[in-house]
């Protein structure tokens, strides 16, 4: 169960993380409390699962990384394993099985055209895997998401 603390670092830890050598310092000094409960209240987040994944984000494509939408029709006893070998290539952000003709929809992020393509080819030679397409973006948009607890 949440407590208000963890509503309130959560809720802060989203947008206004600081960039310095000690962020949760700063966060424990917003919230008042010391460094090591900020930490350890991150750490029993994580833990407990409200915390899928900590990090920044970048704009990929500034960095010279090219990415796809891309979707694969699998035999219907493959699908698990299928996914399990799509979700082991660098890369792969998101992967969700869908109702349809394609079964799997994932993205891949990779460092250029040529790593992209070598990965979209192993994937379309998985066992199980009847057809790929590749979806790359022409436009972008970016949606902020932040959740208000």
């Known amino acids: ?13 989203q947008t206004k993380l600081p960039i310095a050598p000690r962020p ?23 833990d407990h699962g ?15 990384y090219v990415s796809t939408l891309a979707a694969v029709k699998v ?12 979700n082991a290539f660098p890369g792969v952000t998101h992967n969700y099985e869908r109702e349809g003709e394609y079964d799997l929809w ?7 055209q040529a790593c992209q393509d070598l990965a979209l080819t192993a994937i379309r030679n998985l066992p199980g895997v ?14 902020s998401v932040e959740f208000n607890l």
């Open 24 to 46: 949760f310092a700063q966060v424990a000094e917003w919230l008042k409390v010391d460094e090591a409960t900020v930490l350890a209240r991150l750490n029993w987040l994580k």
């Open 50 to 64: 409200y915390i899928r994944r900590f990090g920044a984000f970048f704009d990929s494509s500034c960095l010279g």
């Open 106 to 112: 994932f993205t891949l992020l990779t460092p250029d």
């Open 130 to 143: 009847d057809s790929l397409i590749s979806l790359p973006a022409t436009e972008k948009y970016k949606v």
């Open 75 to 86: 035999s219907p006893t493959c699908i698990e394993a299928v996914a399990g070998a799509i």
């Open 1 to 13: 169960m949440l407590t208000t603390f963890d509503k309130d670092l959560l809720n802060l830890i």
